[in-house]
């Protein structure tokens, strides 16, 4: 999967730890699985990082709406809707309050409730790899 998301800080707390606010559009590779299905969804968090140098520790909450779709007649009325509610924890190496390049890396843990066709599904994620690559300006 990939997602492309604007980050904006919405205020810096006393210790100069921002609180960020990011929206994306996500997207699966194609044959991104060997029944065909695909996702598109649209990723929103709100989050904090913690560190005064350019290592971070960051964590968040998130939700995240996907759809599902395939174009095999096979697996058309499998296509579903996932409402995905996250927690990251990761690393991050940024500047504060600089431009420049910055990355991070570490995980999501969560769950999702889907319908499909006619009862909602509930499963609990395990973790997701979250690497990110971004420039701030």
Same mark, same amino acid.
């Given at each position: 999967?990939?997602?492309?998301? +604007?980050? =904006?800080?919405?205020? +810096?707390?006393?210790?100069?730890? /921002?609180?960020?606010? @990011? ?6 590779? /194609? ?11 649209? /990723?929103?968090?709100?989050?904090? &990082?913690?560190?005064?140098?350019? @290592? ?6 998130? +939700? ?10 096979? +697996?058309? %009325?499998?296509? =579903? ?10 690393? =991050? ?18 769950? &999702? =409730?889907?319908?499909?066709? %006619?009862?909602?599904?509930? %499963?609990?994620?395990? *973790? ?7 420039? *701030?300006?």
């Amino acid at each position: 999967m990939f997602s492309i998301n +604007y980050e =904006r800080t919405l205020t +810096y707390t006393k210790e100069n730890n /921002p609180f960020l606010l @990011s929206i994306g559009l996500s997207h699966t590779t /194609p044959n991104f699985n060997s029944h065909g299905f695909n996702w598109y969804g649209v /990723p929103v968090w709100i989050s904090t &990082y913690y560190g005064h140098n350019k @290592s971070h520790f960051e964590t968040g909450f998130g +939700y995240w709406w996907t759809k599902s779709y395939n174009q095999n007649e096979f +697996y058309k %009325d499998k296509n =579903r809707t996932e409402n995905t509610f996250l927690i990251k924890v990761c690393y =991050r190496y940024q500047k504060l309050k600089n431009n420049g390049l910055n990355f991070r890396i570490g995980a999501e843990f969560g769950f &999702y =409730r889907s319908f499909t066709g %006619d009862y909602w599904d509930t %499963d609990i994620i395990g *973790s997701l790899l979250l690497i990110s690559i971004g420039y *701030s300006f």
